[in-house]
């Protein structure tokens, strides 16, 4: 959270956030640009996909380290989540 983002200049393309993309190794810029497409929906299909990637590490931490698995409400959430964006990102 103590992390810089660049409001003012967000990247939603993210063509350099290398191929296993971190939070804590983007740019200001790229966390601007998916915190923007956190807050928008996450189902904008121009996103780059290294931000699909940064929200779907966040939900495989949730379930396996978390043990969100634990909650039967939390984990059909979940589900209906990963649908949603399989739907909209699974090309």
Known sequence: PALPVDWMNPDPEGYDLGY?????GASPAHRAGYLTWIVNGRRDPRIAPGYVFLYFYGIERRVLV??????????????????????????
């Open 20 to 24: 296993w993309p971190s939070y804590a």
């Open 66 to 91: 978390e043990e969100a698995d634990g909650d039967p409400q939390e984990r059909r959430l979940i589900l209906a989540e990963l649908d949603g964006l399989l739907s909209t990102y699974g090309d």
